[in-house]
């Protein structure tokens, strides 16, 4: 059980914020008379009538409660992306780590996922998300109670398209390039209205091609302390195709009653090959064979919500869900003309959801919320792999592990406007979380719960709200992923002969069902700045307290497990090793040129610029220093971007730039980390034909800079690595019919 403890004293700065609220004399709102003589008659009935204005991202990001960044339709089609992962990776603070997105680069794990408000499941495609099937994309630093507190890093909620309230006809089509021949991608999205009730239905396919160039150089020394080292090239070509589909259907049963279903169904095909040439130096390598590899997925979620707001006070909102999904792949790996190894896969998994929070407004103070969040979800993996056609471990291959997971979250929230300056947003929140695994003789359960408190502070320092200070003091945590819960050994592809041993920078891996919880205790300072032109200015630090941290942990066992292994091997697994804690400074800025820079820029001038400057370091306890920081973590990172409108004719030009420095990471006593520098370029130009079609043409990976890491062991073993993906070009037309 954990509970909630004091952290160390707070920094100044939030201290003399609450002590300042004590102090401050609540200032009396300002009350606008209305004008009597223009009003109705005794006795006459009051027609409902509706307003509704378009805020703008900014406007929704200083009118939140929370610190949290709102990017809608105009950052989601700037570049005329095809998938949301490539949207995620130009956004400030946000890093990807292959195709999932990292906040305050802490490694993907940290940062929480939810589509609609709701958890995605473990592996949803990013990258295979249609952003015309998104209406808004929030990004917060710091958990809420009514949603999970999964989120030390922060949370990135993904809002897809509601019904509309008028007819909607739009249709998006793009041509893509990357490597060999071009690919296509198209959406269409019906909207209808008919009375009370509305209907959405977006559909999209796509397609994707690239071809990855790779090196690695693989040095280590034999059993009988003779050097081996090689070098190999590799030439790795993938494709695939999907499809996605996200219907909504609404009806507005009265004035205050709604129910709303919505469902969300993804599916795809993909494969790829890889070819190496090899060049041994000294010894006889382990050195990978030449591959194939096909597979797919399939996904559906369907939600099912009911709304009443009984009164102008009073709000209850209802919601259960299911979800489905499924996995499967086949790898095949070749040696010289001979199939060497294959393995089959499957992976399935199903969840039930319900949740409800009952709302009441408590002296047009106090916004009070009580609620619940149910699920259950079971994952099954099978795995069989062979050599040679004989099975890899005999009586394992083919065998079902599963994982079962029981979360139950109970809340209550307070939404506090204790004047007119002042507001406030305090949370608790309990989940308790338990967990079985089995597979072959294994059974195995634990649980645990995890109590968290929140306090978020907002304070204006003017009565227009154009300046703001933030602050938050959070719990946060980190539930091990359902699929590291499994028991089952999985041998390096490298080693597959389990009568001999492997090496420490190939080992083998296998699950852990008694993992704990991460758990973070979190404080978040931050400045705002919201200028004229609907630019603005941030200033935020944060710090995290971890406990329980989890790495994986490679051991030298010298009794072979009977399971899988007749000899000792290098085994790595998942475990809680540590605590540690990490501390960042964020700064953003965006706006008119003319008003950032006015010694520079007439005022005038359409250009918009936008930049962000990130500063991170952390510390795990049990590994010495220096670089013993977390796991992927960067030491900084940096984005710039502008984009200009012509006046004379109807186009606007663009570009992002970003940046990761190289830095090292201690994973272990002994082990070391290298990462290169990352960059990224992209570009983009779009014409705008009428007010109901516009074209874009968009530049990715400009000047391409190959992914480089470095393992080392400290003994002698190492390995260096290189990943490059080439330049890719998109045109895309939109219409609106």
């Known amino acids: 059980m954990y509970c909630f403890i004091s952290p160390a004293p707070m920094p100044r700065l939030f201290i003399g914020i609450l002590i300042f609220n004590a102090c401050l004399a609540t200032a009396k709102a300002q009350e606008t008379g209305a004008n009597l003589e223009s009003g109705p008659a005794p006795g006459a009935k009051l027609e409902r009538v509706e307003i509704s204005t378009r805020q703008t991202d900014t406007e929704l990001r200083r009118r939140a409660s929370t610190a949290k960044q709102v990017y809608g339709r105009e950052e989601l089609d700037k570049f005329g992306d095809t998938n949301v992962a490539d949207v995620l990776q130009r956004l400030p603070g946000v890093t990807m780590q292959g195709n999932a997105p990292r906040l305050r680069g802490m490694s993907a794990g940290y940062t929480q996922i939810l589509i609609n408000g709701d958890p995605a499941p473990p592996g949803f495609a990013l990258d295979q998300l249609d952003p015309a099937l998104v209406e808004r994309i929030e990004v917060s630093k710091g958990p809420t109670a009514s949603q999970s507190a999964q989120a030390v890093a922060g949370t990135i909620n993904i809002i897809l398209k509601d019904a509309p309230k008028r007819s909607q006809r739009d249709l998006r089509l793009s041509a893509a390039y990357r490597f060999e021949k071009p690919t296509a991608s198209g959406s269409f999205t019906l909207g209808e209205k008919w009375g009370d009730l509305s209907l959405s239905l977006p559909i999209s396919t796509f397609q994707w091609r690239g071809q990855i160039d790779s090196e690695s150089h693989r040095q280590s020394l034999a059993d009988n302390g003779s050097a081996i080292d090689a070098i190999q090239k590799g030439d790795n070509r993938y494709q695939g195709q999907g499809i996605n589909l996200g219907p909504v259907l609404t009806w507005r ?60 006070d009073e709000r209850v909102e209802l919601k259960a869900g299911i979800q489905a999904s499924r996995g499967r792949f086949d790898n095949q790996s070749q040696g010289t003309g001979a199939l060497q190894q294959r393995t089959l896969g499957d992976n399935r998994e199903a969840s039930l959801t319900q949740a409800g929070n009952y709302t009441r407004l408590i002296n047009e103070a106090h916004s009070l919320a009580l609620g619940w969040d149910l699920e259950l979800r079971q994952r099954e993996e099978k795995r069989d792999a062979s050599v040679q056609d004989v099975p890899l471990i005999s009586g394992l291959e083919g065998q079902a592990f599963s994982a079962q997971v029981q979360k139950t979250a109970l809340f209550v929230q307070d939404e506090w406007q204790l004047s007119p300056q002042w507001s406030a947003t305090l949370g608790l929140r309990h989940e308790r979380i338990a967990t079985q695994s089995t597979g072959r003789e294994i059974d195995l359960s634990n649980t645990s719960a995890v109590l968290t408190p929140m306090l978020h502070v907002a304070y204006k320092l003017d009565a227009a709200g154009k300046d703001l200070v933030r602050a938050s003091l959070t719990r ?132 918009s610029l936008r930049s962000a400057l990130n500063f991170y370091r952390s510390e795990v306890d049990t590994l010495p220093g220096p670089d013993n920081r977390l796991d992927g973590q960067q030491p900084w990172s940096g984005t710039f971007g502008m984009d200009y409108r012509f006046n004379s004719m109807p186009l606007t030009i663009g570009g992002n730039f970003a940046f990761t420095p190289d830095f090292v990471t201690r994973q272990s006593l002994s082990q070391t980390l290298d990462q290169g520098r990352s960059r990224s370029i992209d570009m983009f130009a779009r014409w705008t034909v009428s007010d109901k079609a516009s074209m874009r043409l968009a530049l990715s990976n400009i000047a391409p800079l190959a992914n480089e890491s470095l393992s080392n062991s400290g003994s002698g073993a190492s390995v260096y690595s290189s990943r490059l993906a080439r330049t890719g070009i998109n045109f895309s037309t939109e219409i609106k019919l």
């Open 253 to 312: 049963i009265s004035e205050d009653e709604t129910l709303s279903w919505q469902s969300f169904v993804q599916s795809g095909a993909w494969s790829g090959s890889t070819r190496y040439s090899n060049q041994v130096l000294v010894g006889s390598p382990a050195l990978d064979g030449d591959t194939n590899n096909e597979g797919g997925w399939e996904f559906a979620r369907s939600r099912l919500q009911w709304v009443n707001n009984f009164s102008a």
């Open 476 to 607: 946060s945590y980190k539930a091990p992923d359902i699929s590291t819960l499994l028991a089952r050994p999985t041998p390096n592809a490298l080693y597959t002969d389990l009568s001999q041993s492997n090496t420490v920078l190939a080992p083998d891996s296998v699950g852990n069902p008694a993992l704990r919880p991460e758990l973070a205790t979190g404080l978040d300072l931050a400045y705002e700045k919201y200028l004229s032109s609907g630019g603005l200015f941030s200033v935020g630090i944060f710090y995290r307290e971890i406990s329980d941290l989890v790495r994986g942990v490679t051991r030298w066992q010298e009794t072979p497990n009977p399971d899988y292994a007749t000899a000792p091997r290098w085994v790595s697994q998942a475990m809680n090793f540590s605590s540690g804690r990490a501390a960042g400074l964020e700064l953003e800025l965006k706006g008119r040129a003319g008003e950032l820079l006015p010694a520079l820029f007439d005022a005038k001038l359409p250009l």
